[in-house]
């Protein structure tokens, strides 16, 4: 819901200009264990027909960021395979410069865009036509003779890929008969999903890109669940995604959790939250008396309720990546 500041009382309030990223170490925020995952990939990409990378809609600006940075070699197969960029979870994104998107990621060299929900399987029928007709008018090399084709989803972790794959299952597949027994490729799984023309998703472990370029590059990525929550901190994500939700004038949450007006500070909102859904703890002061126990609100917990309402969608649809829009 977009509500304007003075609804809730907050004439003339400036909302933060930027986040204090300092302090901040985004290299342990990700952890360095996908090479296993990227090797696998790699390895499996001479038995692939075309890439479909699937990205979060609401970063995607990122889009156009290798998952392969380390692996040169990588990259290069990848480079040469016919190439389709899914924008994921649209429903949770806000949409309103659409073209503008596109034509940007054009303008990096990625031409096939198709926005999706696999929620609600929306814009998924598009798929398939699109990957033939990209696999019809690429150079097959050995695969040439082969009937049946073989695609590989990939995409950072939680952004989607594996709804995606139930989701053209879903679309694709009259029948719940299983024709084809399992497969793997490499110790990746194939999954049978389209019978005119027959086609095969290869499922791959989310791989992110070896270096993430900046604190609040990582934060966005963070609150879309590309990384454990705790590894950044709770807190500090629910202060980025306030010191957002203020600067797109998303005032969505004021209302979800009855507040009195919107805030950009982070421990009022959640001394806020933690009353509202009654989440206190008991912590022990000492004072010249002894040790009395007081009742706090529970910071962590109200922090992980606003991460979370805000990723169902409850406090409207965003765009992480709208200060990267290049002006018109
Ligand atoms: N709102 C919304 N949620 C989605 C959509 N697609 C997937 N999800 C949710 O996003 C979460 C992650 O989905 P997965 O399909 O497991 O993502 P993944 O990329 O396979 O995850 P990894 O295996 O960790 O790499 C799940 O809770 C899904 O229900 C979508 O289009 N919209």
Redesign the pocket.
């Known amino acids: 819901m977009r509500l304007w500041p003075q609804a809730w009382g907050a004439v003339g309030s400036a909302w933060r200009e930027c986040f204090p990223l300092q302090g901040h170490e985004v290299a342990r925020w990700f952890p360095g264990h996908m090479a296993k995952g990227l090797k696998k990939m790699q390895s499996s990409l001479k038995q692939v027909d075309c890439v479909i990378e ?1 990205h979060d809609a609401r970063i995607s600006f990122h889009a156009h960021i290798p998952l392969s940075g380390r692996n040169p070699l990588f990259q290069e197969l990848l480079g040469l395979k016919p190439h389709l960029l899914v924008l ?5 994104a806000d949409l309103t410069e659409q073209q503008r998107i596109v034509q940007h990621l054009e303008g990096k060299g990625l031409k096939n865009v198709i926005f ?5 399987d ?1 814009n998924i029928k598009l798929i398939i036509p699109e990957v033939t007709e990209l696999i019809k008018c690429s150079y097959r090399y050995h695969r040439a003779e082969n009937l049946e084709y073989c695609i590989m989803v990939v ?13 053209l299952r879903r679309q694709h597949l009259r029948t719940a008969r299983v024709l084809f027994a399992e497969r793997t490729i490499n110790g990746l799984k194939e999954v049978y999903v389209c019978e005119r023309p027959l086609m095969f998703l290869l ?4 791989v992110l890109a070896p270096r993430i370029e900046s604190v609040e590059t990582g934060l966005k990525l963070a609150l879309c ?1 590309t990384v454990l929550d705790h590894l950044v901190g709770e807190e500090t994500m629910a202060d980025y995604l306030l010191y957002t939700l203020n600067r797109h004038g998303l005032f969505g949450y004021v209302q979800h959790y009855g507040l009195a007006s919107a805030c950009d500070h982070i421990e009022q909102v959640l001394k806020s939250v933690a009353v509202k859904l009654g989440k206190t703890r008991k912590v022990k002061v000492l004072t010249g008396t002894g040790n009395v126990n007081v009742i706090q609100p529970d910071y962590a917990m109200a922090a992980r309720d606003f991460l979370r309402t805000f ?3 409850l406090l409207g649809q965003v765009m992480l990546d709208r200060d990267l829009l290049p002006a018109c």
């Open positions: 699937v994921n979870k649209m429903d949770l999706t929900n696999c929620i609600k929306e995409g950072v972790p939680n952004v989607g890929k594996s709804s995606l794959i139930n989701s499922d791959t472990p989310g669940g990723r169902k969608g």
